[in-house]
T-cell receptor
Framework: AQRVTQPEKLLSVFKGAPVELKCNYS??????LFWYVQYSRQRLQLLLR??SRESIKGFTADLNKGETSFHLKKPFAQEEDSAMYYC?????????????FGKGTHLIIQP | DVKVTQSSRYLVKRTGEKVFLECVQD?????MFWYRQDPGLGLRLIYF???????EKGDIPEGYSVSREKKERFSLILESASTNQTSMYLC??????????FGEGSRLTVL
């Protein structure tokens, strides 16, 4: 069975400090990993995916198959980064059975 | 832009009532999903559909059913609502890249 674990329910950091949201997964095959973000009163939206290997809004995430992790990082937090972040996994390369989501981490950036 | 529209943003129903939640997409996506989102539990997949009249159970289908009579419309049905079904319900479609596109959500309260 596939599983996504986000160990922190809440993460609070000061503006300008580095941010790391942890995500670990369990899957026997070759997974595809995503980070989704939900800002206050907005719909859930894709932030980034590991196959793109790109930086979005200053965030990056590297898939580490040895540690089965896909941590989300940003060197300098901004207040507008405050949101709910979900790590998600697709076990079939984005196949038709949807994504398995973690429980989410609420990121609060303090001024 | 992909548009996923959920018909009701807020609903209040009584225990035992039948509830319909509708979702319409305008991008001709084949795959559609219903999740429920609860604090501390993240997103959990209820049902999904990969074609008209096709449906598959997700992780928590009990107490729910779905209908996909047309490609663009995917309905979630609660035959007899119960208080433990009070939640935020999210509809999503899946594009060719595997990315999920979400609606704004329907917040259901069952009294």
């Amino acid at each position: 069975a596939q599983r996504v674990t986000q160990p922190e329910k809440l993460l609070s950091v000061f503006k300008g400090a580095p941010v790391e949201l942890k995500c670990n997964y369990s899957y026997s095959g070759s997974p595809e990993l995503f980070w989704y973000v939900q800002y206050s009163r907005q719909r859930l939206q894709l932030l980034l995916r590991h196959i793109s290997r790109e930086s979005i809004k200053g965030f990056t995430a590297d898939l580490n198959k040895g540690e089965t992790s896909f941590h989300l990082k940003k060197p300098f937090a901004q207040e507008e980064d405050s949101a709910m972040y979900y790590c998600a996994l697709s076990g079939l390369g984005g196949g038709a059975d949807g994504l398995t989501f973690g429980k989410g981490t609420h990121l609060i950036i303090q001024p | 832009d992909v548009k996923v529209t959920q018909s009701s943003r807020y609903l209040v129903k009584r225990t035992g009532e039948k509830v319909f939640l509708e979702c319409v997409q305008d991008m001709d996506h084949e795959n559609m999903f219903w999740y429920r989102q609860d604090p501390g539990l993240g997103l959990r997949l209820i049902y999904f559909s990969y074609d008209v009249k096709m449906k598959e159970k997700g992780d928590i289908p009990e107490g729910y059913s779905v209908s996909r009579e047309k490609k663009e419309r995917f309905s979630l049905i609660l035959e007899s609502a119960s208080t433990n079904q009070t939640s935020m319900y999210l509809c999503a479609t899946q594009g060719n890249t595997g990315e999920l596109f979400f609606g704004e959500g329907s917040r259901l309260t069952v009294l």
